[in-house]
């Protein structure tokens, strides 16, 4: 067997605590008054609305307006695209065009304290910023807005001398427009001229030639178009170019379906579960089921950052009943992958062979194993999140809550199958062979072998 370094198990094991810590109770220090926040821990993460509840509103247009069914479509493009880049899954987002409404019904923020929905539903309900930029970067010079886009719309035509017809979005600009665009296409032939809807790039055509029409297509060569993104990116466009801006027709609180302590249930139910996985792992497995334990701590924390957003420049995930579902099942496939491997050397300790031999036989013949079931769960996962995602591809046929809900199954299922791979498999197959060079640990007896004669 090769040998791993005997300090590899502590600084291995160090790292994992450290996580550990972090990912739970987060790191944040005090500026006067102020809270500064460096490391998102668990009071980060964002909770559905099943657990902390939320808000529901009613929008409508402003000042009267009688909107097209095409606009209408535009304004629940905008509200699905800031909920997503919030990493707000567990929303719901119903359209009315007959009546002109948009009812969303949406979690709280991880740091509202005061729930006043009013306040939450403001940035839902303030104008989008399209905003046509030099380049791919944000900081790209500003040649124009969606105040210049007079409309965007999905058509199916041949384009750029492409001999198959082809989805593309066809754009008409005001006469104010029209100039500002012509200048820009002048200046950027061959190079690209992104589209930004608020902080988020949703389109990044290259320029071919100049415009000087007043009219512009954006086709994809190398990614051609489908019917449906073409539909949805000429929506976000016209979102942003909407010639009225939103009012609130209704709003109000929605209380958590478990009830108000459910949330604390579950956390001395995880703390308890985790003693109990400690006892069992080490009373049945011994030193290899220590071991499998704290690597079982780092798949953990891996799933906790996952939804924590753990570092600050990335959002907090809407963790749901569901979602916790997802994670304590993956934390099963962890347990079990573990059971595994200590019983495959157990039992080729059993045979009387050298302790090193029968922890590379007992790791090397269980991996093949633990493989196997990951990867189908991986694969169920992914396909839970293409379906059921922030698109709500099904949502027509199971409901916009439904759809939410299996993608924070599907996400936290496949995050901590992941971290098992990483922690599960690796961090302790690697711990297990260092802290197997120490000599005091080195009697078979503490990897379940038969005493020593």
């Known amino acids: 067997m090769k040998r791993v370094g005997k300090p590899v198990f502590f600084i291995v094991f160090a790292v994992i605590l450290l996580l550990t810590y972090t990912s739970v109770f987060g790191v944040y220090s005090e500026n006067g008054d102020l809270t500064v926040t460096h490391i998102k821990g668990i009071n980060d993460i964002r909770w ?10 009613v929008f409508a247009p402003a000042d009267g307006i009688d909107a097209t069914e095409e606009q209408m479509q535009s304004v629940k493009a905008i509200i699905d695209l800031r909920l997503v880049n919030q990493n707000v899954t567990d929303y719901e987002l119903y359209p009315d065009y007959t009546n002109d409404r948009i009812t969303v019904r949406f979690p709280w923020k991880s740091d509202e304290e005061n729930y006043d929905p009013g306040e939450a539903i403001k940035e839902l309900a303030s104008t989008a910023q399209l905003v046509f930029r030099e380049g791919t970067e944000q900081t790209g010079t500003e040649l124009l807005t969606g105040k ?18 082809q989805y ?17 296409t002048k200046n950027n032939i061959g190079k690209q001229i992104s589209i930004w809807m608020d902080d988020t790039m949703i389109s990044a055509p290259k320029v071919n030639e100049a415009i000087t029409d ?16 073409a539909t949805e990116l000429a929506n976000k466009i016209n979102a942003g170019a909407l010639p009225f801006s939103l009012k609130v027709e209704s709003y109000g609180t929605i209380s958590p379906s478990l009830g108000t302590y459910a949330l604390q249930a579950m956390g001395i139910a995880a703390v308890a579960a985790l003693c109990f996985i400690f006892l069992f792992m080490c009373i049945v497995y011994r030193l290899p089921g220590f071991v499998a334990f704290i690597a079982l701590l780092g798949q953990l924390s891996l799933s906790i950052m996952a ?3 753990y570092f600050t420049v990335f959002p907090s995930f809407t963790m749901t009943i569901p979602g916790i579902a997802g994670m304590i099942l993956s934390i099963g496939m962890g347990v079990d992958a573990n059971i595994i491997t200590a019983e495959r050397i157990k039992d080729e300790l059993w045979t009387g062979k050298t302790l090193d031999g029968c922890i590379q036989n007992g790791t090397k013949g269980s991996l093949s194993a633990i493989i196997d079931g990951n990867i189908t769960i991986i694969i169920v996962a992914v396909i839970l999140i293409l379906v059921f995602g922030p698109a709500n591809i099904f949502s027509a046929l199971f409901g916009v809550s439904t759809t939410g809900l ?20 690796w961090a302790s197959r690697t711990m297990l062979r260092s802290v197997s060079g120490l000599k005091f640990l080195r009697n078979k007896r503490l990897y379940g072998g038969k005493k020593k004669s």
């Open 48 to 57: 559905g609305i099943d657990i902390n509840g939320g808000v529901e509103a």
């Open 168 to 184: 593309i979005i066809d754009l008409e600009f005001t006469d104010e427009g029209k100039k500002k665009f012509a200048d820009a």
């Open 148 to 165: 210049e886009v007079k409309s965007a719309s999905a058509k199916y035509m041949q384009a750029n001398g492409s001999q198959k017809a």
């Open 214 to 229: 007043g009219n512009a297509m954006i086709s994809s060569n190398d990614n051609p178009f489908t019917a449906e993104s």
């Open 406 to 425: 299996i993608y924070a199954f599907g996400y936290t299922l496949l995050v901590g199958v992941i971290s098992n791979f990483i922690m599960g498999v």
């Open 307 to 309: 939804v924590s957003g």
